[in-house]
């Protein structure tokens, strides 16, 4: 599909500015779908051909959920940290528990 083919049929919907918004801040190809009323398989195939890759946000939202929790981190107790995340995913809460130990924010005990 061409861009002046793609803004035409998906005007109402924001057009490749808004496949651009979503693709900046990282929105799941399930949203992006919903969005556009369009299947998952269609918006993978969008991004290859808009910007000749592939689209996976999972990686980058997950570096972006663990800094913020280090930004939290930055600013609270150790305890305030257990409290806000230590339910959260156990995985990106040992990552993130541990980057607080090797940057000094937080001590061993």
């Known amino acids: 599909m061409k ?6 049929h998906y005007r109402e919907k924001g057009g490749l500015p808004q496949l651009n918004e979503f693709r900046s801040t990282v929105t799941s190809l399930k949203s992006i779908a919903e969005h ?11 991004f290859k ?9 999972r990686p980058e939202r997950r570096k ?12 609270n107790t150790e305890s305030d940290f257990e409290e806000a995340f230590g339910g959260y995913n156990s995985e990106y809460y ?4 541990e980057s607080c130990y090797s940057m000094g924010i ?3 005990v």
């Open 36 to 46: 556009f009323e369009v299947s998952r398989e269609r918006v993978r195939q969008w």
């Open 3 to 8: 861009i002046k083919n793609f803004n035409k």
């Open 49 to 57: 051909e808009f910007y000749k890759e592939e689209y996976d946000p």
């Open 64 to 75: 972006r959920i663990i800094d913020s929790m280090i930004d939290f981190a930055r600013k």
């Open 94 to 97: 040992s990552i993130a528990i």
């Open 106 to 108: 937080y001590r061993h």
